[in-house]
């Protein structure tokens, strides 16, 4: 997923993205300690795909905190 559509989500529709994310990732690294991934390149794409949907939580967070 791109930044523009994360930015597009609401709230909840972003944390359920988060959990899913941490899931996958997850479960990337351990078939990658068993041996059994075939695809590296997936791990580095979900764990920078969290750190993008971490960002665009952050953003929010913090741009509701100086609202206040």
Known sequence: MRVDELKGMEDAEL????????????????????????????????????????TVRNERISATSKES
Request: glycine share 2%.
């Open 15 to 54: 944390a359920q993205a988060e959990v899913n994310a941490a899931e996958d990732l997850f479960r990337l690294r351990f078939q990658h300690h068993t041996g059994q991934l075939t695809n590296t390149a997936e791990l580095k794409e979900t764990r920078r795909q969290l750190a993008r949907i971490k």
